[in-house]
């Protein structure tokens, strides 16, 4: 019922879209209407045949998200629309994949160096000749013959399963002090070489690429798993420490990151080169008002890239802060529902894997949102499942089949006979001439 509500709701709005981008009621409605309901259909067939006892909440919000974006993307660019699409039912046939293939969580714990290296090579891809592609001046993308494709979005999960595994095998020595040193009682930083090695090799890497959102993307979820892990605040201390002298070497060594921080400061100092983007997309929130121009009556398609970077400004101007507040409160209840997941999990790993996918999710939609705003620089990252772009929109499929995974473990529970149980017969105590509890 949730997922026929979606449908009907994002049927609606495209409607609403097309009368007011054309005046006229858009033609092959059915079809559409079909469409959208087959590609809802698929997952929801796929949960019930093999995670039953899953979260009903997840699918529906994703699929809310995922078809307002759509209609938003129709909207300002119909050919990009199309790819979507097309990459839509590819990340649906990828979430049915990822749970018929992952049938318990526990069989990506035993690859966890593998499923590390993968990943690694995933984040290296873009930096091989002939294969990486300098897009806007980062190193991100990767080309296959016609395919543009971004291999982090697939390395972050990976990642995220590797810290997961490792933590949860080592988060006691983590935990507890064990090291004395003089006289006090110190943790001992051996067990964490792996977890270092592995964030530094990827942060190096992605610096390489000159991608500034991923990085801080892997950093902070590599310093949240950590925590939530061990419990203790010093990490976040120390993490923060990190991020701060970071923050200000790379400013001083990239030009990329200096020139974000600028704009962000005073983006209307550069209103007619690198701050045009910002300037317009706060120009667009302010013709938005509460309730928005009306879909396809405004003209957010003034704002470059606006489907995929800054599409949050576009639904801001056309639907206005109710619209906004709405695109807000989906990706709050979509994160409150994993972590739900992560507390009712069976193992510290399964725990820690839903936490740590929640953790990416959560972060990644506020980097986004908060660098349109200007609550932050903005980092370059796609809003999931609203934005434009194939790669995020696939990754972020498997991300929340996973998730799905862990629910229907964490809920399931054998099913009790209706059979009424015998009741246990008393016995008379030894003393009063009974026989003894056997």
């Not at 006289?183 to 942060?203: E, V």
């Not at 045009?276 to 008002?289: D, E, K, T």
């Amino acid at each position: 019922m949730l997922l026929l509500m979606v449908a009907l709701i994002t049927v609606a709005a495209y409607v609403l879209a097309v009368l007011g981008t054309t005046a006229h009621i858009p033609n092959g409605l059915g079809p559409f209407l079909g469409i959208v309901l087959g590609l809802s259909l698929v997952p929801h067939l796929a949960n019930r045949w093999l995670a039953p006892n899953a979260s009903p909440l997840l699918l529906p919000i994703v699929a809310f998200l995922n078809g307002l974006g759509y209609v938003v993307i129709t909207r300002l660019d119909p050919h990009e629309a199309k790819l979507q699409a097309g990459w839509t039912a590819v990340g649906v046939f990828a979430y049915a994949a990822t749970l018929l293939v992952v049938r318990r969580s526990r069989d990506l714990e035993r690859y966890r160096y593998l499923v590390a290296f993968a990943s690694i090579g995933l984040l290296f891809l873009p930096l091989m000749p002939h294969f990486g592609v300098d897009i806007g001046g980062a190193r991100l993308w990767v080309k296959l013959g016609p395919f543009t494709f971004q291999p982090v979005e697939i390395g972050k999960i990976g990642i995220c399963i590797f810290f997961a595994s490792y933590l949860a095998e080592k988060r006691e020595l983590l935990s507890r002090p064990t090291t004395r040193v003089g006289n006090f009682l110190m943790i001992d930083p051996r067990p964490l070489a792996p977890l270092l090695l592995t964030w530094g090799i990827s942060i190096v890497i992605m610096t390489a690429e000159r991608d500034v959102g991923f990085s801080l993307l892997v950093f902070c979820v590599f310093l949240f798993m950590l925590w939530t892990a061990t419990g203790r605040v010093s990490y976040l201390f120390i993490g923060g420490l990190l991020f701060v002298a970071a923050t200000f070497v790379g400013a001083h060594l990239f030009s990329q990151v200096n020139e974000r921080i600028a704009v962000w400061i005073d983006p209307w100092k550069y209103s007619a080169t690198t701050g045009y983007q910002l300037v317009q997309a706060q120009y667009a929130f302010g013709s938005g008002g509460l309730a928005g121009t009306g879909l396809g009556l405004g003209h957010p398609d003034v704002i470059p890239v606006v489907t995929s970077d800054f599409i949050f400004a576009a639904i801001g101007e056309e639907m206005g802060l109710l619209g906004t507040t709405i695109i807000l409160m989906a990706f709050l209840a979509l994160i409150g529902t994993g972590l739900r997941i992560a507390r009712a999990a069976r193992s510290d790993f399964a725990k820690l894997v839903a936490a740590g996918l929640t953790i990416t999710i959560g972060l990644q939609t506020f980097f986004i949102l908060a660098g349109v705003i200007r609550v932050l620089p903005l980092t370059g990252m796609a809003l999931p499942f609203v934005a434009y772009g194939g790669s995020s929109l696939l990754a972020n499929y498997v991300l929340i089949a996973l998730l799905v995974r862990i629910s229907d473990e964490g809920s399931s529970r054998p099913l009790i006979s209706r059979r009424r149980a015998p009741r246990p017969r008393l016995e008379a105590p030894a003393a009063l001439g009974g026989q003894p509890a056997q």
